[in-house]
């Protein structure tokens, strides 16, 4: 019904003030005439609602509207909490400790007690900021504030109103209300009861809209003495804070505040906790006055929160500790008190009772409990659901301590757990090896005994001690992992004890020398595979880059930079950043497993287990593995040094046969029936394709199972390449483009060396490092002669390639001819019959050093007119350019091999290209 009156009388009045417009233009309606008949109505605008008005009246008068910055970047809490924590790390390096601190820590003997409390107040704060929430009603007014006054009923409106100079509020036509002096409570009593007198059927609000600016002095032990602006609102916290907070010789419990002729004393600690907070309301031109401290009184030991608290009145010994934060255990404490007599000597005394006087300089000292054991506990670290402390009522053996083996984990390594008990005489640590494949199934068992901790590892535990950082630290190389404390421990073993404790983590690897330190070679993985030839490089020099292809070189950069990433993420096990002695003794008690199982290394074991245990753990032998055989090394001198035997099909050896730490197995499996990789077959074969080999086939027993070859196969051009021959002949080439390079290092300074000699080669240096070996083997593929040959028959290996041309029609005549290219091959024709086809050599060419590259890959130099040279079809003639300007940089010879190989690496990538 409201709205409904409230359209209709504003549709009418619409209609009523567009007739009036209609018919005197002239006249015009006032606009306050208007919004007083919206107010009466209810329909007003909502800017000048009360809330909107109070607000307003708040920002304006702060000056400074809280904002919230506009950043792309969303700042965590976890970010926020490691600045605060790198923030407090920092200063904790460059805190200079107080007299008061000094003096106290020297008779307790705690380079950690600090004067309580003071941090609350270096901390600077906006005391001016804008107001929110509504403010009590005894908030005292003063000359300045602004009031938002509402009124609703009969008369709908709102008023911002200041206290004038007189101390007044003058609101609309109410008489005026003194207010300054005055409880915001009082002077809202007084606003309510004249409008009441003056304006019937209507009710009034009133907010707090702005507050005015005080300024305080701030004096005395302060960092900032001085004059301070703050608000109305604040408090004597924030002036401390605006003042840059209380210094350490400055009271927190005595603080004075003088306001007009009276002073008052305030004590801060109920700011911290301990007492109740001050009430005190800071006016326009109080000074607050920070005396120096006063009496103090330490606490240290067994307590929440030591340190040194500041004395008022009598405390007693309980009301200390209090301060404190109470006694951590909550019987069996004793207080023994540093006091100072009245001579100044120091004397310890033991605190009576609780209720005993504390004497200001005194430094008491709880001391809860015994000196560190506890009676009646196990305690169970590690790879376990529920790690913890148990009674030893309730656990007296490792198997009731841990159950059965269905509750563990399924990734729990069972061979070795560690107890770690204390001698009953010495209180020495001793580290006992637990196997909880027995413990966990005989009876009776491990026995406990009080306070003995148990140690239960994870297969990634085990899996940590395999790893390249643990095997370079036993090698004698620094720690790369330094932030690992346990490995920081392992480093400084090996540099004190030089003993071969440690060796069995290192006895599967392969060592090699780099830069004059022992170092683990790197035999595969993505690793080794980044260049052609990583891994067998390393093995052999120990991945020098010395002699690498700049593109190569940065390939091993890339893998080096690779492995350094993954090792940078590595992280070490908490089970051994927790107790840093574990990893020694697990790599000292592990024996080496190596061969036919599927992941070979170091597996600490306690006591004794059977060869099958041990292969379980190695997460058990390779599927295809036949005609096994055990080689098994003792570490015992006293025991046999050496064994081989054969494992029958039962396996009973597996079981019967015991192993110790420090052995050292491998499992030997017969050589496995087919090759890692197999052979391509492309060409002029019945069925090309690629094959996998056994180990051992012949190239005749290949192409048999190929389909034989076609009868347009050229066997006497057949290409075939290997892997192993490609990289030694890359390993050429870079070995003949060092030598060149230093060659030409030497003669470049000599006045007679001409640059086009030394830019010739430059470019054929370059041309070395480019140019990609083939890999080519000279080899018999004619099936008809293997037959009738056996000897030239060749053993295939992983990788190979063959390529079965077919029989081909040109010759080639490359190099220094005049029109280089592919020529008809004509039986009988001769070499020089085929350059004269060319338009002859060019002036540059040297004749004398023409080469015939026949199809099957081997060359032959041509002399003279190379009369009675039987050129075959598929062919290449190489005549070379003069290289006589070379000679002066004494390098001719190795240029003379290097044409070679260039010579026969051109020929057959022409016939690969065909």
Same mark, same amino acid.
């Given at each position: 019904?409201?709205?409904?009156?409230?359209?209709?009388?504003?549709?009418?009045?619409?209609?009523?003030?567009?007739?009036?417009?209609?018919?005197?233009?002239?006249?015009?309606?006032?606009?306050?005439?208007?919004?007083?008949?919206?107010?009466?109505?209810?329909?007003?605008?909502?800017?000048?609602?009360?809330?909107?008005?109070?607000?307003?009246?708040?920002?304006?008068?702060?000056? *400074?509207?809280?904002?919230?910055?506009?950043?792309?970047?969303?700042?965590?809490?976890?970010?926020?909490?490691?600045?605060?924590?790198?923030?407090?790390?920092?200063?904790?390096?460059?805190?200079?400790?107080?007299?008061?601190?000094?003096?106290?820590?020297?008779?307790?003997?705690d380079t950690t007690l600090r004067q309580f409390g003071y941090e609350?107040?270096?901390?600077?704060?906006?005391?001016?900021?804008?107001?929110?929430?509504?403010?009590?009603?005894?908030?005292?007014?003063?000359?300045?504030?602004?009031?938002?006054?509402?009124?609703?009923?009969?008369? *709908?409106?709102?008023?911002?109103?200041?206290?004038?100079?007189?101390?007044?509020?003058?609101?609309?036509?109410?008489?005026?209300?003194?207010?300054?002096?005055?409880?915001?409570?009082?002077?809202?009593?007084?606003?309510?009861?004249?409008?009441?007198?003056?304006?019937?059927?209507?009710?009034?609000?009133?907010?707090?809209?702005?507050?005015?600016?005080?300024?305080?002095?701030?004096?005395?032990?302060?960092?900032?003495?001085?004059?301070?602006?703050?608000?109305?609102?604040?408090?004597?916290?924030?002036?401390?804070?605006?003042?840059?907070?209380?210094?350490?010789?400055?009271?927190?419990?005595?603080?004075?505040?003088?306001?007009?002729?009276?002073?008052?004393?305030?004590?801060?600690?109920?700011?911290?906790?301990?007492?109740?907070?001050?009430?005190?309301?800071?006016?326009?031109?109080?000074?607050?006055?920070?005396?120096?401290?006063?009496?103090?009184?330490?606490?240290?030991?067994?307590?929440?929160?030591?340190?040194?608290?500041?004395?008022?009145?009598?405390?007693?010994?309980?009301?200390?500790?209090?301060?404190?934060?109470?006694?951590?255990?909550?019987?069996?404490?004793?207080?023994?008190?540093?006091?100072?007599?009245?001579?100044?000597?120091?004397?310890?005394?033991?605190?009576?009772?609780?209720?005993?006087?504390?004497?200001?300089?005194?430094?008491?000292?709880?001391?809860?409990?015994?000196?560190?054991?506890?009676?009646?506990?196990?305690?169970?670290?590690?790879?376990?659901?529920?790690?913890?402390?148990?009674?030893?009522?309730?656990?007296?053996?490792?198997?009731?301590?841990?159950?059965?083996?269905?509750?563990?984990?399924?990734?729990?390594?069972?061979?070795?757990a560690i107890l770690i008990r204390r001698d009953p005489v010495t209180?020495?640590?001793?580290?006992?090896?637990?196997?909880?494949?027995?413990?966990l199934q005989g009876r009776p068992g491990v026995a406990l005994r009080?306070?003995?901790?148990?140690?239960?590892?994870?297969?990634?535990?085990?899996?940590?001690?395999?790893?390249?950082?643990?095997?370079?630290?036993?090698?004698?190389?620094? *720690?790369?992992?330094?932030?690992?404390?346990?490995?920081?421990?392992?480093?400084?073993?090996?540099?004190?004890?030089?003993?071969?404790?440690?060796?069995?983590?290192?006895?599967?690897?392969?060592?090699?020398?780099?830069?004059?330190?022992?170092?683990?070679? *790197?035999?595969?993985?993505?690793?080794?595979?980044?260049?052609?030839?990583?891994?067998?490089?390393?093995?052999?020099?120990?991945?020098?880059?010395?002699?690498?292809?700049?593109?190569?070189?940065?390939?091993?950069?890339?893998?080096?930079?690779?492995?350094?990433?993954?090792?940078?993420?590595?992280?070490?096990?908490?089970?051994?950043?927790?107790?840093?002695?574990?990893?020694?003794?697990?790599?000292?008690?592990?024996?080496?497993?190596?061969?036919?199982?599927?992941?070979?290394?170091?597996?600490?074991?306690?006591?004794?287990?059977?060869?099958?245990?041990?292969?379980?753990?190695?997460?058990?032998?390779?599927?295809?593995?036949?005609?096994?055989?055990?080689?098994?090394?003792?570490?015992?001198?006293?025991?046999?040094?050496?064994?081989?035997?054969?494992?029958?099909?039962?396996?009973?050896?597996?079981?019967?046969?015991?192993?110790?730490?420090?052995?050292?197995?491998?499992?030997?499996?017969?050589?496995?029936?087919?090759?890692?990789?197999?052979?391509?077959?492309?060409?002029?074969?019945?069925?090309?394709?690629?094959?996998?080999?056994?180990?051992?086939?012949?190239?005749?027993?290949?192409?048999?199972?190929?389909?034989?070859?076609?009868?347009?196969?050229?066997?006497?051009?057949?290409?075939?390449?290997?892997?192993?021959?490609?990289?030694?002949?890359?390993?050429?080439?870079?070995?003949?483009?060092?030598?060149?390079?230093?060659?030409?290092?030497?003669?470049?300074?000599?006045?007679?060396?001409?640059?086009?000699?030394?830019?010739?080669?430059?470019?054929?240096?370059?041309?070395?490092?480019?140019?990609?070996?083939?890999?080519?083997?000279?080899?018999?593929?004619?099936?008809?002669?293997?037959?009738?040959?056996?000897?030239?028959?060749?053993?295939?290996?992983?990788?190979?390639?063959?390529?079965?041309?077919?029989?081909?029609?040109?010759?080639?005549?490359?190099?220094?001819?005049?029109?280089?290219?592919?020529?008809?091959?004509?039986?009988?024709?001769?070499?020089?019959?085929?350059?004269?086809?060319?338009?002859?050599?060019?002036?540059?060419?040297?004749?004398?050093?023409?080469?015939?590259?026949?199809?099957?890959?081997?060359?032959?130099?041509?002399?003279?007119?190379?009369?009675?040279?039987?050129?075959?079809?598929?062919?290449?003639?190489?005549?070379?350019?003069?290289?006589?300007?070379?000679?002066?940089?004494?390098?001719?010879?190795?240029?003379?091999?290097?044409?070679?190989?260039?010579?026969?690496?051109?020929?057959?990538?022409?016939?690969?290209?065909?």
């Amino acid at each position: 019904m409201k709205r409904h009156f409230v359209a209709v009388t504003s549709a009418v009045l619409a209609a009523m003030l567009g007739s009036i417009a209609l018919q005197a233009s002239a006249q015009s309606i006032d606009p306050k005439v208007l919004q007083q008949v919206q107010g009466q109505l209810g329909v007003g605008s909502t800017s000048n609602s009360a809330a909107t008005q109070v607000d307003r009246a708040r920002e304006s008068s702060s000056g *400074n509207v809280s904002t919230f910055p506009q950043t792309t970047r969303i700042d965590t809490t976890e970010e926020q909490q490691l600045r605060r924590e790198q923030a407090r790390a920092a200063l904790a390096k460059i805190y200079r400790p107080s007299p008061i601190e000094r003096e106290f820590r020297s008779r307790l003997a705690d380079t950690t007690l600090r004067q309580f409390g003071y941090e609350l107040f270096q901390s600077v704060q906006d005391a001016a900021g804008t107001m929110t929430g509504s403010a009590g009603d005894s908030y005292i007014i003063g000359f300045g504030d602004e009031l938002v006054v509402q009124f609703q009923g009969a008369t *709908n409106d709102s008023k911002t109103v200041r206290v004038d100079r007189e101390g007044r509020l003058i609101v609309a036509a109410l008489p005026p209300i003194p207010a300054a002096g005055r409880s915001l409570g009082a002077v809202r009593n007084d606003l309510e009861a004249a409008t009441r007198r003056t304006m019937l059927g209507t009710e009034v609000f009133v907010s707090l809209g702005s507050v005015r600016a005080i300024t305080v002095f701030v004096g005395g032990e302060v960092e900032r003495p001085g004059q301070v602006g703050l608000t109305a609102l604040a408090d004597i916290s924030a002036a401390l804070a605006r003042a840059g907070g209380i210094r350490r010789s400055g009271s927190l419990r005595n603080v004075k505040i003088i306001s007009g002729g009276s002073t008052r004393s305030v004590d801060l600690y109920g700011l911290l906790g301990i007492g109740a907070p001050p009430a005190v309301r800071l006016r326009d031109g109080d000074r607050i006055i920070v005396p120096v401290i006063g009496d103090t009184a330490a606490v240290a030991g067994s307590v929440s929160r030591p340190g040194i608290y500041e004395l008022r009145g009598n405390t007693s010994v309980s009301e200390l500790l209090a301060y404190a934060g109470g006694a951590l255990r909550p019987r069996g404490n004793s207080i023994a008190i540093s006091r100072i007599s009245a001579d100044g000597a120091e004397e310890f005394v033991r605190a009576a009772t609780l209720s005993s006087r504390v004497v200001p300089g005194d430094a008491l000292q709880l001391v809860g409990g015994s000196a560190g054991g506890a009676t009646g506990r196990v305690t169970l670290y590690g790879n376990v659901q529920n790690p913890g402390p148990r009674p030893l009522s309730a656990a007296p053996t490792v198997r009731d301590l841990l159950g059965e083996v269905r509750d563990l984990r399924f990734d729990t390594y069972m061979p070795m757990a560690i107890l770690i008990r204390r001698d009953p005489v010495t209180a020495t640590r001793s580290f006992q090896p637990v196997n909880l494949m027995t413990a966990l199934q005989g009876r009776p068992g491990v026995a406990l005994r009080s306070d003995d901790r148990l140690y239960v590892f994870a297969r990634s535990d085990i899996d940590f001690i395999n790893r390249s950082p643990v095997r370079r630290i036993v090698l004698g190389q620094p *720690n790369p992992l330094p932030d690992c404390v346990s490995l920081n421990q392992l480093e400084a073993l090996v540099r004190d004890t030089q003993s071969a404790r440690f060796n069995v983590v290192t006895r599967g690897s392969f060592i090699v020398e780099r830069g004059g330190q022992s170092d683990v070679a *790197n035999t595969g993985g993505t690793a080794a595979q980044a260049g052609s030839r990583r891994g067998d490089e390393s093995l052999r020099t120990g991945a020098d880059p010395a002699g690498l292809t700049v593109q190569q070189q940065d390939m091993r950069d890339a893998a080096t930079e690779d492995e350094a990433a993954a090792q940078r993420n590595l992280r070490c096990p908490m089970i051994f950043e927790n107790e840093p002695g574990l990893l020694p003794i697990l790599i000292e008690n592990a024996i080496g497993v190596g061969g036919a199982v599927r992941q070979p290394g170091a597996y600490p074991i306690a006591d004794a287990v059977t060869v099958r245990d041990i292969a379980n753990v190695a997460e058990g032998l390779l599927t295809n593995a036949s005609s096994l055989s055990l080689d098994i090394i003792r570490a015992q001198a006293s025991a046999t040094g050496e064994q081989h035997m054969e494992i029958d099909t039962a396996g009973t050896q597996l079981m019967t046969t015991m192993l110790r730490p420090g052995d050292d197995i491998r499992f030997n499996a017969a050589l496995p029936q087919f090759e890692a990789g197999g052979v391509l077959l492309t060409g002029e074969f019945g069925r090309p394709g690629l094959y996998s080999i056994r180990r051992g086939e012949t190239l005749s027993q290949l192409i048999a199972r190929a389909g034989g070859v076609t009868s347009l196969a050229y066997p006497y051009g057949a290409i075939f390449t290997r892997r192993s021959v490609k990289e030694l002949q890359q390993e050429g080439f870079r070995r003949t483009g060092r030598e060149m390079a230093n060659a030409l290092l030497a003669v470049s300074a000599r006045k007679e060396s001409s640059g086009d000699s030394i830019a010739a080669a430059s470019n054929l240096i370059a041309t070395l490092s480019t140019i990609e070996a083939p890999g080519r083997v000279v080899i018999e593929a004619d099936p008809r002669v293997l037959a009738i040959r056996p000897d030239l028959d060749t053993v295939m290996n992983s990788g190979d390639a063959i390529y079965m041309p077919t029989r081909p029609n040109f010759v080639l005549a490359l190099g220094d001819v005049s029109n280089p290219g592919a020529l008809q091959f004509i039986a009988g024709k001769g070499v020089k019959d085929y350059i004269s086809e060319t338009g002859g050599t060019a002036a540059t060419a040297d004749s004398g050093r023409t080469f015939l590259v026949l199809p099957n890959g081997t060359a032959q130099p041509v002399r003279n007119s190379g009369r009675g040279i039987v050129v075959p079809p598929g062919s290449t003639i190489i005549v070379p350019k003069d290289i006589d300007p070379l000679f002066k940089l004494d390098v001719a010879s190795n240029v003379a091999g290097i044409l070679g190989n260039l010579i026969t690496s051109v020929a057959t990538i022409a016939l690969l290209a065909k």
